[in-house]
């Protein structure tokens, strides 16, 4: 079965939020740096954010200011509130380790924005 599952997306308005959560059935999820990344059909998989096993956290320039990233290792989720969203966040999101590890690609969760 799947190693990370998403959840949370949606159909939001232009300038709403979402947040989506993912929850792993790893081992040693809190050493791992995990990341969420999403993709359009016709596009490269693009990773969006990131955050390390202390907490350090990376953005792509598109969603920086917007987005966070987040994680409860007691939980072994990791989180990416989305506000502001505009059109082009319309993609298929997905989390997985940071590098990411081909096996663990799910089916991610639909996220739509309209104008």
């Known amino acids: 079965h799947e190693q990370f599952v998403e959840s949370g997306g949606g159909l939001a308005q232009t300038g709403g939020s979402l947040r989506l959560a993912c929850v792993a059935s790893?081992?040693?999820?809190?050493?791992?740096?995990m990341g969420w990344y999403r993709q359009v059909p016709g596009k490269q998989r693009e990773l969006v954010a990131r955050v390390n096993f202390v907490g350090g956290v990376n953005y792509a320039d598109a969603v920086k200011g917007r987005f966070t990233i987040s994680r409860d290792n007691a939980k072994n989720t990791v989180y990416l509130e989305m506000n502001s969203v505009r059109p082009e966040d319309t993609a298929i999101y997905y989390c997985?380790?940071?590098?990411?590890?081909?096996?663990?690609w799910g089916q991610g969760t639909q996220v739509t924005v309209s104008s």
């Open positions: 790893i081992k040693d999820f809190s050493r791992n740096t």
């Open positions: 997985n380790l940071h590098p990411y590890l081909r096996q663990y």
